[in-house]
């Protein structure tokens, strides 16, 4: 660029800097570097760079999906045992059909970042739970809620990130 507030200074290889005289430095130039992405190296380079920003984006994005997800089936797990230790079966059973439709919604797309067994054993529990209080029993009701809860406290631990499991 020539005339005006900026001069050329000479680049070397891929890169130049521009130099602009702005007001405030009082006639000092100020030095600008412009990256242009000139070679087929830089470009691989700014893709990888992109690539592997989305790829944290995402692992992080997904760890707080799971830690909400079953912080929610912790707190569903919790009243329904909760009725079912005060033996309010019909209430108990209202909350399980309301679990499970809400993990129904949930667990496709679950599926598709963690593993189906965990997945389909939370199904399993969900039903067995539902079954037991639909027939009255109120004793295995309570231990499948049990097992409910300690399942929605293991399985983020188990599924999320850990050095544990990347060491």
């Known amino acids: 660029m020539t005339g005006g507030n900026a001069f050329h200074v000479p680049h070397r290889g891929a890169f130049h800097v521009r ?3 702005v007001p405030f430095t ?3 130039a100020v030095l600008i570097p412009s990256f ?3 070679t087929l190296h830089m470009k691989r ?14 692992g992080i994005a997904e760890q707080v999906y799971l830690h909400h997800l079953f912080s929610d089936l912790h707190t ?12 309010d079966l019909a209430r108990a059973l209202e909350e399980t059909s309301s679990l499970q439709t809400w993990w129904e919604a949930r667990k496709h797309f ?7 067994n965990e997945t389909k054993e939370v199904t399993l529990r969900i039903a067995e739970l539902r079954g037991y209080i639909a027939i009255s ?3 295995s009701a309570y231990a499948t809620a049990a097992i409910l809860l300690e399942t929605s406290t293991n399985l983020p631990h188990l599924l999320g990130f850990s050095w544990d499991t990347v060491c």
Do not use: C
């Not at 380079?45 to 995402?58: E, G, K, Q």
């Not at 569903?76 to 033996?87: C, G, N, T, Y």
């Not at 679950?110 to 189906?116: D, G, M, N």
């Open 19 to 21: 130099a602009l005289r």
């Open 26 to 28: 009082h006639g000092l």
């Open 36 to 38: 242009p992405i000139r």
């Open 45 to 58: 380079t700014v893709f990888a760079i992109v690539i592997i920003i989305v790829m944290l984006a995402s």
């Open 76 to 87: 569903k797990a919790e009243a329904i045992s909760l009725s079912v230790a005060e033996d």
């Open 110 to 116: 679950l599926e598709a970042i963690v593993s189906h």
């Open 137 to 139: 029993d109120r004793k």
